[in-house]
């Protein structure tokens, strides 16, 4: 295993026991009274997904955030693509700084207000990130428990010496983003078993319309600035 996957998944670590200690247990009853006899299982997985799903047989909320996604969250230039980004940005979260420790502590507010949204029987096909998964969101940050999970996460990282920067990300310029790519470049995007090739199509405001080739040919992806790479790289 390298050190940069180890590190990642270290990280992973903590985020699981933030969210079962910070987030979990003040909401376990509130979410027991709407539920019944649920409990809370976070993992750290290898890829990039990042989600939570409850399975309604076992009656578990599980919550998974990958190993590859705590890496790109690590970068000014693999972290701009992501929503946890934007939201940050957008709605003011932790006064719109992006760091790494803001990244990683939001996506574990994230996370945790769609297992809170699940429970309030507001998740719905089709309508994932609506307007009551927004309110939940805010009011994880208005309750102060997204600061108290960020303040938990810086702690007990340093306690461990584990290094998770509070340094805010110099993101890049979209503009400067888009004119390293022109329709018809061959490029690829995607670690490991995920990993896809194909050629430009169209470059839009913040991502380019990519083509599948080879195996992929048929395929149509649409993907963030920051993912791709220059087939030959």
């Known amino acids: 295993m390298s050190t ?16 079962r200690e910070i987030l979990w247990q003040p909401a376990a009853d509130w979410v027991r009274d709407r539920s019944g006899a649920v409990r809370l299982v976070c993992r750290v997985g290898a890829g990039q997904a990042t989600y939570h799903r409850f399975d309604s047989t076992r009656r578990v909320h599980l919550i ?46 994230h996370e945790f207000a769609h297992l809170l949204q699940q429970s309030a029987g507001q998740r719905h096909y089709g309508s994932v990130h609506n307007r009551h998964f927004y309110r939940i969101l805010d009011q994880l940050y208005d309750s102060g428990g997204a600061e108290a999970t960020r303040t938990w996460l810086e702690g007990r990282a340093a306690t461990l010496n584990v290094d998770l920067s509070a340094r805010r990300l110099e993101l890049p310029d979209p503009k400067a983003q888009a004119m390293r790519w022109q ?37 149509r992806y649409r993907v963030p600035f920051a993912l791709l790479r220059r087939l030959g790289d």
Request: proline share 2%; net charge positive.
């Open 4 to 19: 940069h996957f180890q590190h990642a998944r270290e990280i992973g670590t903590l985020m699981c026991q933030a969210t």
């Open 183 to 219: 329709p018809g470049d061959a490029v690829w995007f995607g670690e490991g078993s995920a990993r896809r090739q194909g050629l430009v199509r169209r470059v839009n405001r913040k991502t380019c319309t990519v083509d599948g080739t080879g195996k992929y040919r048929g395929s």
């Open 64 to 109: 998974n955030y990958g190993a590859r996604m705590i890496a790109a969250k690590q970068a000014a230039e693999s972290a701009e693509g992501w929503l946890s980004t934007r939201e940050i940005r957008q709605r003011g979260y932790f006064e719109g700084e992006v760091s790494p420790l803001n990244l990683l502590a939001h996506t574990c507010c």
